[in-house]
């Protein structure tokens, strides 16, 4: 069964220090986003990317955060300066149209800033 | 804005025991619910799913039926075992939306004992 890949599953990284987060969708999707949930609470919803541009962002996704499809493969976010609240569980997820089709989810990254 | 409340957790069950997880959206217009499950360790998967008013999603022994009149989609199972210990969270899009983003409730946590 297809599923939604991410890597690396843990990151450690001092804060300042730029990370990058990737994840591969599922190959015939369209839809893309990241959601973040920080330790015990919800999932909080960042970025939704089609066509190869941002469709929506939350204002969690300032400008320390960028996502990019550099290929035909890869979905990445990008987090330029790491702040300690930036620590959380990074999910990615796609789907294969709009309307009300489910969310395929990735694993998820767990981000640690020290 | 559009949102979900689920009730509070955790939620703790004996083996067997029956499990109402409550959820309630505030939306304007109709939208697809969702519940999606997360295991220790692991990504948000899918559980179930309804698309429109008095439609039952089920899966696992898992239900929930989209109640209009009273904009609720309550998990239910009639009989909880241990493997069903995790996070259950409730979610909602909008049918025809595009790319507009899964909104999620809080989750709750539910923990079955032997």
């Known amino acids: 069964e297809p599923e939604v890949t991410q890597t690396p599953s843990h990151q450690v990284t001092q804060m300042g220090q730029e990370v990058i987060l990737r994840c591969v969708p599922i190959?015939?999707?369209?839809?893309f986003y990241w959601y973040r949930q920080i330790l015990g609470q919800k999932v909080e919803f960042l970025v939704s990317?089609?066509?190869?541009?941002?469709?929506?962002k939350s204002e969690i996704f300032d400008d320390q955060f960028s996502v990019e499809r550099p290929d035909g493969s890869n979905f990445t976010l990008k987090i330029r300066s790491t702040k300690l609240e930036d620590s959380a569980m990074y999910f990615c997820?796609?789907?294969?149209?709009?309307?009300?089709?489910?969310?395929?989810f990735g694993q998820g990254t767990r981000l640690t800033v020290v | 804005g559009d949102s979900v409340t689920q009730m509070e957790g955790p939620v703790t069950l004996s083996e067997e025991a029956f499990l109402t997880i409550n959820c309630t959206y505030t939306?304007?217009?109709?939208?697809?619910l969702f519940w999606y499950v997360q295991y220790p360790g692991e990504g948000l998967q899918l559980l179930l799913k309804?698309?429109?008013?008095?439609d039952k999603g089920s899966n696992k022994g898992f239900e929930a039926t989209y109640r209009k009149e009273t904009t609720s989609f309550h998990l239910e199972k009639g009989s909880v075992q241990v493997s069903d210990s995790a996070v259950y969270f409730c979610?909602?899009?909008?049918?025809?939306?595009?790319?507009?983003?899964?909104?999620f409730g809080k989750g709750t946590r539910l923990s079955v004992i032997a």
């Open positions: 997820a796609s789907r294969r149209e709009g309307g009300d089709t489910e969310a395929f």
């Open positions: 190959s015939n999707h369209l839809y």
């Open positions: 990317f089609y066509n190869n541009e941002i469709s929506e």
């Open positions: 939306a304007t217009g109709y939208p697809s």
């Open positions: 309804a698309t429109k008013a008095d």
């Open positions: 979610a909602l899009i909008f049918r025809n939306s595009g790319n507009t983003p899964l909104v």
